[in-house]
């Protein structure tokens, strides 16, 4: 297992840490890929009743690393923006993977919870974010979409109305609107954060596992989850093409606002 994420068993519950703290957690290929790693091995270990997901130092995760999104080419080849679907479906299984594990994941967030790493949140079945945390999906305002199942699970959690609001806007908001929204199961101090993740994994155990399985695949089935993952990466592989993305890019390296042209 790589130290870009760590795992941890205490008796039924099973801890994955993302380890990049230096870098707010901000992911890249090769975390992402220990991350999966991580999810399997929660998945072949015996006797678990619940998966907590958590991030070492002052953030849950800051979201994609983006210097290595620019890097893709190295990685996949120089024609890289023309295997988008693939690199896509590759993403996406990570976080299909998390979501369709039959035992409950807990997502603890605090500090920051963006773009990628809130789309790996709504891949969790419950979410508890500190006082403070900062959320949300700003793929927009780069020039492409939350594609790694970000637009399809926050419309099933919310409601297309409010889904479009915070993706069209790519706005930041904070774990009080998440909470009223139901993106979030609760809040509270950081300092509570992990007994309460405890805590509710703790109630959870005291409920028959083969139930507790049976009902998260029943929920999750109410939802054309397949179908909107293809969409997202349709979009996104003609997005990734044009010049407003590499604009968007650009601009966020350099700090400065993006010149967006629409093509």
Known sequence: MSDLVITRQRDTLFEIILNRPDKRNAIHLDM???????????NRTPG??????????????????????????????????????????EFQGILNRLERLELP??????????????????????????????????ETRLGIIPDVGGTTRLTR?????????????????????A?????????????????????LAAEIAQAAPLAVGMAKRVIDGLADIDRGLMLEGWAQSQLFGTEDFMEGAQA????????????
Do not use: Y
């Open 32 to 42: 992402f890929r220990a991350f999966d790693a991580a999810v399997t091995q929660a």
């Open 48 to 89: 678990l009743r619940a998966v907590l997901i958590r991030g070492e130092g002052e953030s849950f995760s800051a979201g994609i690393d983006v210097s290595a999104l620019l890097g893709l080419a190295q990685t996949f080849g120089p024609h890289w923006m023309q295997r988008m679907r693939s690199i896509t479906d």
């Open 105 to 138: 994941t807990i997502a603890l967030l605090h500090g920051h919870c963006l773009g990628l790493a809130f789309e790996l949140a709504l891949a969790c079945d419950l979410r508890l974010a500190a006082e403070g945390t900062a959320l949300g999906l700003p």
């Open 157 to 177: 959690l919310v409601g297309p109305a409010r889904a479009k609001e915070l993706i069209f806007t790519g706005r930041r908001f904070d774990a009080a609107l």
């Open 179 to 199: 909470e009223q929204w139901g993106i979030v199961n609760s809040g509270g101090p950081r300092e509570d954060l992990t007994a309460k993740g405890e805590a």
């Open 252 to 263: 966020f390296m350099t700090r400065r606002p993006p010149q967006f042209k629409g093509r």
